[in-house]
């Protein structure tokens, strides 16, 4: 970069004294009395006489107008004015004006060519923007992290600075081996489309992505190169391309364009040079982090695939581990069941023999010993049936069929007490229904509903008091049948009311030989869900427990 320093200053102010002068005279009134001939050349005016005329005569008719002011002011007040005036555009002529008083009534008007002057101070501007530009686009590429809005930036900028219109930038697509349009300014949607994809060779972008080196075109309204057939439509007089280049690798291309301009200086050229190579760092870097992102997220949610996929066979095989244990469990239950039902089925025969030979009467002694043979036989044949109905159920659900039939829910409680009347009998209990319930018929499986009933009286007489009750009821609630069972025993503690309800579950109670093996309530459960129903209770430790069964009406 070209550096002015306190050399070059000093010199432009050599220069400025040595510049060509020139001086009008003239009187209070504008009429002139004397030119010199530098004068004559600076106003580009003719040898003839002057003498008379006025000073609009001598000046354009804008230049007077403005200098107008300032020459009245001297004429008023007698002071001194000095003014810096372009009197011509083509080409350019830059005047310091000078106006003072010789007398009272005459005047001088000094013309001072300070072409070289404003030359100097121009490129003086174009360096220190340059310098502006190259420093605020640095700002720009370490700040902006969105492509568009960067370039859109950097755009605005040059454009204030270069008279520029339009930008083009093109990204290079490797898989498709094409260039993309990626960003651009100035030109409309449907002008955009024309273009969005080249591929190299093509127009200008194509062939500077094809060669890798920078091309201008100058006065493209006078060109006839057929690269330009694409982008002179848009009404472009100057237009420069540079290929974004990352370690000798094509990332893509920009270009600028200019609608009021025809040509570009080379130092132009060298500032949009340097501020494309500064583009092509950032968007490289923006690229990768892109591509180092988007595969970040990729091995992620990989990650967490080979994750969900991990737990899910996990799953799988605790599953399998499970369901072999389950299966070897319940083949191993449902053979000893079945191997320990016939042998049973032959002692409580035998025992019934016993019990009514008439022939062979027992006495009272055996008769007690055989009664305690069948009782236990009869819990023991009981306890058989239940594990087999629980492998039943557990291990093919959808073999159990339904054997709905409308009852009345009166008779079949009464029925479900008469099963189990002498075990409450013998154990001092009371059994109850309450007056006010309503005898009404539901739709149900006798069987199923007799088996839970049975299973939920058995309960409340084996962990009641001595001399407790056991009542039942039911109500009506909305679409359901809810039925009942309190009774007055020792309760559950409510850590275990959770659990009661699976298979082989039991609350270890102070209460000296109690029997049963955890299944009574796991039938009741399942039978219940069969019937499309549910089970519950609640129970307060030391009063008592009141189960519940809510199934369809």
């Known amino acids: ?237 100057a237009y420069v391309c540079e290929p974004l280049l990352s370690f000798g690798e094509l990332v893509g291309t920009i270009s600028f364009g200019s609608k009021k301009r025809s040509t570009f200086t080379s130092e132009e050229l060298d500032l949009i040079h340097s501020i494309c190579h500064q583009v092509t760092i950032v968007l490289d870097r923006m690229t990768k982090v892109d591509e180092l992102t988007q595969n970040t997220e990729t091995l992620e949610v990989a990650n967490l695939h080979l994750k969900e996929n991990e737990r899910k066979l996990r799953l799988i095989i605790e599953k399998n581990e499970v369901e072999r244990e389950s299966k070897t469990k319940t083949n191993f239950l449902a053979m000893i069941s079945h191997e320990l039902r016939t042998p049973l089925n032959s002692i409580i025969g035998y025992s019934q023999v016993l019990e009514s030979d008439q022939k062979d009467p027992l006495t009272d002694k055996q008769k007690s010993r055989l009664s305690k043979i069948l009782s236990s036989s009869r819990h023991l044949l009981q306890l058989i049936n239940n594990i087999l109905e629980l492998i039943r159920i557990d291990t093919n659900p959808e073999t159990i069929k339904s054997n709905v039939k409308p009852i009345r829910i009166k008779d079949a409680v009464w029925d479900s007490l008469h099963s189990v009347s002498n075990n409450a009998k013998e154990k001092g209990i009371s059994l109850y229904i309450e007056k006010d319930v309503e005898d009404i018929t539901i739709e149900i499986d006798p069987i199923r509903f007799q088996q839970v009933m049975v299973n939920l009286l058995n309960n409340a007489i084996k962990y009641n008091k001595k001399h407790g009750t056991v009542t039942l009821y039911w109500r009506v609630d909305g679409r359901y049948l809810a039925i009942f069972v309190k009774d007055t025993g020792i309760g559950i503690p409510q850590s275990h009311q959770d659990n009661i309800f699976e298979p082989f579950y039991r609350v270890n109670h102070a209460i000296p030989g109690v029997e049963g093996t955890g299944i009574g309530l796991t039938l009741v459960k399942q039978n219940v869900l069969e019937m499309k129903g549910t089970v519950g209770v609640s129970s307060i430790e030391g009063t008592g427990s009141t189960f519940w069964v809510k199934v369809p009406i």
């Not at 070209?2 to 432009?12: C, R």
């Not at 003839?48 to 006025?54: D, P």
């Not at 003072?100 to 101070?121: C, G, V, W």
Request: aromatic content about 8%; some cysteine; charged content about 25%.
């Open 1 to 237: 970069m070209e550096t002015i320093g306190v050399n070059s200053l000093i010199q432009s102010e050599r220069e400025l004294l040595d510049a060509s002068k020139g001086f009008i005279l003239f009187d209070s009134d504008l009429k002139v009395s004397a030119i010199d001939g530098v004068a004559i050349d600076l106003l580009g005016l003719t040898n003839q006489s002057v003498s008379g005329m006025l000073l609009s005569d001598l000046l354009k008719k804008d230049a007077f107008n403005i200098l107008l002011k300032y020459t009245y002011s001297v004429i008023q007040e007698g002071n001194f004015v000095q003014h810096e005036l372009k009197l011509s555009e083509n080409p350019v002529r830059w005047f310091k004006v000078i106006i003072y008083p010789i007398d009272a009534i005459h005047f001088s008007m000094l013309f001072l060519d300070i072409n070289r002057q404003k030359e100097t101070e121009a490129a003086l501007f174009r360096h220190k923007e340059k310098f502006n530009v190259l420093n605020e686009s640095a700002a720009m590429l370490t700040s902006i992290k969105d492509p568009k809005q960067l370039l859109d930036s950097l755009f605005c900028r040059l454009s204030n600075l270069l008279d520029l219109d339009i930008y083009i930038n093109y990204s290079w697509d490797k898989e498709q081996n094409r260039l993309v349009l990626t960003n651009h300014q100035g030109i409309c949607k449907e002008e955009a489309e024309k273009f969005r994809f080249l591929v190299k060779g093509t127009a200008v972008c194509g062939t500077v992505a094809q060669n890798k080196e920078r091309m201008v075109f100058e006065h493209v309204d006078e060109c006839g190169n057929e690269l330009l057939d694409l982008i002179r439509p848009l009404g472009i007089k």
